[in-house]
């Protein structure tokens, strides 16, 4: 399990909070933080985008006072957060925790919870935080890199990527060949890659990013 794991606690009963970060710090989990509101947790997510930049995971109460754990999930889902949500529930709330599941929660448990079985989600929260965060950075330097490439070289970008060799793009933009040639150098150069198979496989990975994303 990654030890480094943070788990962010949004739980209005104090000793339920405070039971659950015992328990996660005896499976090896000691960044754990305990809200008591969805409000407190809202009101201090300003100073939390360092901890968000890692691996995490919320664990949030459905029924919460003022601001529910479902409206805050809805909030959360308004601004792109990156971590999964475990929504811990009663018996009662089992068929909003499922129609959470569908609106792009991770999972859920009940009360009272099975440790182990709780320590497993959080396991498996953080290892898909990580590979949502990875994916999140690479899609932000590949963002980055394609805003280097001029308005020309875009075009040749495009006609690279549908797999046309320098004579047929010269001849499509009516440019020399070796103006092509210039422009393809140029844009490896900017996208940090080595040849146009790489070049394809990483904008593909780009698209499938944002498609999911989106």
């Not at 040639?181 to 780009?206: C, G």
Request: proline share 3%; charged share 25%; aromatic share 6%.
């Amino acid at each position: 399990m990654n030890t480094d794991t943070q788990i962010f606690i949004v739980e209005d009963d104090a000793e339920l909070g405070q039971s659950l970060q015992l328990l996660f710090r005896s499976a090896g989990l000691v960044h754990s933080r305990h809200f008591s509101s969805a409000i407190e947790f809202l009101e201090a997510m300003p100073g939390l985008d360092e901890n968000l930049q890692r691996p995490g995971c919320l664990l949030l109460d459905i029924r919460l006072p003022a601001m529910t754990g479902t409206e805050l999930f809805t909030k959360l889902k308004q601004g792109h957060f990156m971590w999964p949500v475990i929504f811990m529930t009663g018996h009662g709330d089992l068929q909003m925790a499922v129609e959470l599941m569908h609106q792009g929660a991770m999972d859920y448990v009940t009360k009272p919870f099975d440790p182990m079985l709780l320590i497993a989600k959080i396991k498996k929260a953080g290892e898909l935080c990580q590979y949502r965060l990875a994916n999140a950075s690479f899609s932000e330097r590949h963002r980055a890199k394609l805003m280097l490439l001029s308005g020309h070289e875009l075009q040749v970008f495009e006609k690279i990527l549908a797999n046309m060799t320098n004579r047929e793009i010269a001849e499509e933009l009516k440019n020399s060949t070796r103006t092509i040639e210039t422009h393809r150098a140029n844009i490896l150069k900017k996208m940090s890659v080595d040849s146009a198979l790489e070049l394809a496989q990483q904008h593909e990975r780009y698209k499938l990013i944002n498609l999911v994303h989106n």
